[in-house]
């Protein structure tokens, strides 16, 4: 009897495999935090790790690693919970040039998958040579230095401190359970499922138009930016905010909304360079709306063409809102620009000043936004962001539930129909 060969993986493979496991030993760590208070963690001599922000009192506390590892095992204070601080370091076959503004370089190969679901145009080049799954710390290298001045969250602590190796956490967590996850977003429904599959991997060409709406066409060329591991288009992503604004013209309770396209926010501050209203004074007329009338204006902003948010102003608070999976503050001329829009706004269709909207301010949104573990999913996040809000509905999801909407979009996309319910 012929014995079957091995067969023999490629160095990739095996990081990936690595990479894996990895995951599994921070996981293992998070299920060892446990809240503790800072006057605790000093009487029992024990050190707290570097805060991020929304969980300054979550602590990685020897008791609590004691306690699910073998008794024999000890592990210094301060290794493990600087080790659970840091994002996976990227796989040393991707490794990152200095980029020139406005570009992405990396010394991958050639994608001919990436090249297929963007097209050999010009303005998608930069996209064809980047990798299939960017990992958070690449992609956090890369917007430092695509966007300089911006603050990524969660900031890096201060001190550096000595870190227990990736083995020796392995080797000291393996007995760890992971408690199970309570999920929040609804599974995926089969008719979901069916269209997804349909059209992010079913037979066609990818100039095929597979949804029309709004006087827009969708190929499944631009749908595809939702298979995993891709960064959606603004195609994807004005349709879908298209999609939300129909949705809630139809709800009795959910806020009234107005949403813009991606175009919005760099019409109005040129690039993000200088203020310009002329550029967006007809939109709201084209749109036949009242803005001063809606309790949102909702817009998904491109930073540096490299990573999506999403930018609101809350007319009913009286101030302005921005969701950002990956940075912790918005451009530094958000609320300026903003202020000045809405004083123009209100000068232009209503032919007197607005009181007190020098006084509107940034408003930090409770609890936390959620964030993103790698370099591809902003978009997503900046879909659902926007999904929540216009619906008045909580930002409950997180980086696990992108899978599955990722689909959930594709879904609604193929049927162009605005009929769907929030993910709660």
């Known amino acids: 009897m012929a014995v079957p060969r091995k067969r023999r993986c ?3 493979e095996l990081g990936e495999a690595i990479s894996k496991r990895l995951r599994r030993a921070n996981q293992l760590l998070q299920a060892a935090i446990e809240p503790q208070s800072e006057a605790e963690a000093e009487k029992q001599g024990e050190v707290q790790p570097a805060k991020w922000p929304g969980c300054a009192a979550r602590l990685l506390t020897l008791r609590a690693v004691s306690r699910t590892v073998l008794p024999s095992e000890e592990l210094p204070p301060g290794k493990a919970a600087w080790a659970l601080m840091q994002p996976l370091p990227p796989c040393p076959t991707r490794s990152l040039r200095s980029p020139p503004p406005g570009t992405l370089q990396w010394d991958i190969p050639y994608s001919k998958r990436a090249a297929f679901a963007y097209g050999e145009d010009a303005r998608d080049s930069w996209l064809r040579a980047r990798p299939r799954y960017l990992g958070y710390a690449e992609y956090a290298r890369w917007l430092s230095c695509a966007v300089p001045d911006a603050e990524l969250r969660p900031p890096v602590p201060e001190k550096e401190e000595e870190q227990a190796s ?3 956490l392995l080797r000291l967590l393996a007995a760890l359970k992971i408690p199970k996850k309570k999920r929040r977003v609804p ?3 089969l008719e979901e499922e069916k269209l997804a599959d349909d059209a992010l991997f079913g037979q066609g060409g990818a100039d095929e138009v597979i949804a029309s709406r709004f006087s827009v066409e969708v ?7 939702l298979r995993p591991g891709e960064w959606l288009n603004d195609e994807v992503i004005n349709f879908y905010y298209k999609l939300l604004q129909e949705r809630s013209k139809t709800g009795t309770t959910s806020p009234k909304c107005w949403f813009t396209n991606s175009f919005f926010w760099p019409k109005l501050s040129g690039n993000n360079k200088e203020y310009n209203y002329k550029e967006v004074r007809r939109w709201t007329i084209k749109a036949k709306i009242d803005v001063f009338e809606m309790d949102y204006i909702i817009f998904p902003m491109n930073i540096a063409e490299t990573h999506w948010a999403m930018g609101a102003i809350d007319l009913k608070e009286k101030g302005f809102r921005y969701f950002d999976s990956m940075f912790s503050n918005p451009p530094s001329n958000f609320v300026a620009f903003l202020r000045r829009y809405l004083a123009d706004e209100h000068k232009a269709k209503k032919s007197k000043d607005l009181p007190g909207v020098d006084g509107w301010k940034l408003l930090i949104p409770e609890p936390p936004v959620p964030q993103q573990r790698n370099g591809y999913d902003c978009g997503v996040f900046t879909c659902f962001f926007a999904d929540c809000l216009s619906a008045g509905k909580p ?14 979009i594709a879904a609604r996309v193929m049927k162009a129909d605005e009929k769907f319910d929030p993910i709660l």
Do not use: N
């Open 187 to 189: 599974p995926i429904t």
């Open 166 to 168: 990736g083995l020796e």
């Open 219 to 225: 190929t499944r060329r631009q749908l595809e930016c």
């Open 10 to 12: 490629s160095s990739l």
């Open 395 to 408: 930002l409950a999801f997180d980086q696990d539930d992108m899978p599955i909407l990722r689909k959930r």
